[in-house]
């Protein structure tokens, strides 16, 4: 097979940097997985020999086989970056990684992830761990960061700024909705003057709201679920990742469906009150 020059990468499971030579050897090898990335940029495909050593020299390298191409894990803390990694199985991980003094079974790693059947019980895995093992410190990784965690600042971030544009919005929502009733003044003073009631218009007007308000609302989640393809798309391509950037759940959908056809009907309403207070003769007068 052709050779390629020396590449330094990174071990996923291990943080252990490496050199990849592709190399044609017979007789069974160990398999190794590669990830998409650093097999687009060095032309690897599934049956491919490779060799992997230590140092970027290609010192006591070894020889293994590309047993698949995996996509690697979104990671949002390393975007931008191109994953260049290899997944080995343990021991010939340990096999590769061995400092010749140290004996072979010797060997400890530092840290280890845990997946539990319930991952609700997470904190009290890692309270009862923490009390039975001395030295060892164990946490769950959801939320481990605590308050000050960079995702929990940017939701909370988030939530600051979607409550101010709800609060302006309702605003320029309601100050709009006047503009647009009192432009029907005239109809509603002749609805009026035929005998019709306030509480008939009303409840006219309340219906009205109602179905602009719900238009609206379906309006904004086509545009919304239009605007995650697209954006998904294009930053998928520009990072050359799979992490989901924009995502429209159905949770989401009904809170925004429950905060705009009550706000946009209750605006209606609002603004439709203060003009049926007056008289039918006073808005039918021109």
Not at 26 to 39: H, K, Y
Not at 56 to 75: C, K, L, N, S
Not at 130 to 158: D, K, Q, W, Y
Not at 203 to 223: D, H, P, R, W
Request: aromatic share 6%.
């Amino acid at each position: 097979m052709r050779s390629v020059r020396p590449l330094v990468f990174l071990v996923a499971l291990s943080g252990v940097w490496c050199g990849l030579l592709l190399h044609a050897q017979e007789g069974p090898l160990p398999s190794i997985l590669i990830a998409r990335q650093l097999a687009e940029i060095e032309g690897l495909a599934v049956g491919d020999t490779v060799e992997l050593a230590t140092d970027a020299q290609g010192g006591m390298a070894r020889t293994f086989h590309v047993a698949g191409i995996y996509e690697p894990t979104p990671d949002p803390m390393r975007l931008g970056e191109t994953p260049r990694e290899v997944r080995l199985h343990l021991p010939d991980l340990l096999e590769l990684t061995r400092d010749e003094s140290t004996p072979a079974g010797t060997e400890y790693v530092e840290a280890i992830n845990v997946a539990l059947v319930d991952p609700s019980d997470a904190q009290a895995f890692s309270e009862r761990l923490n009390a039975t093992i001395p030295g060892l410190v164990a946490r769950p990784t959801s939320g481990a960061a605590g308050s000050g965690s960079t995702f929990v600042v940017l939701e909370r971030f988030h939530l600051a700024i979607a409550a101010v544009t709800i609060l302006a919005s309702t605003v320029f929502l309601l100050a709009l909705t006047i503009m647009l009733v009192d432009e029907r003044r005239e109809a509603v003073g002749m609805l009026r003057l035929i005998g019709l009631p306030a509480r008939r218009i009303l409840m006219q007007v309340l219906l009205e709201g109602l179905l602009i308000a719900s238009s609206g609302a379906v309006f904004g989640l086509v545009l919304a679920r239009a605007s995650e393809y697209l954006i998904n798309t294009f930053f998928q391509w520009r990072y050359d990742t799979a992490l989901i950037f924009v995502r429209v759940t159905p949770e989401v959908a009904a809170v925004c469906v429950a905060i705009a056809v009550p706000l946009g009907a209750a605006a209606t309403v609002t603004a439709s009150w203060a003009l049926l207070r007056r008289s039918g003769l006073r808005l039918a007068r021109r």
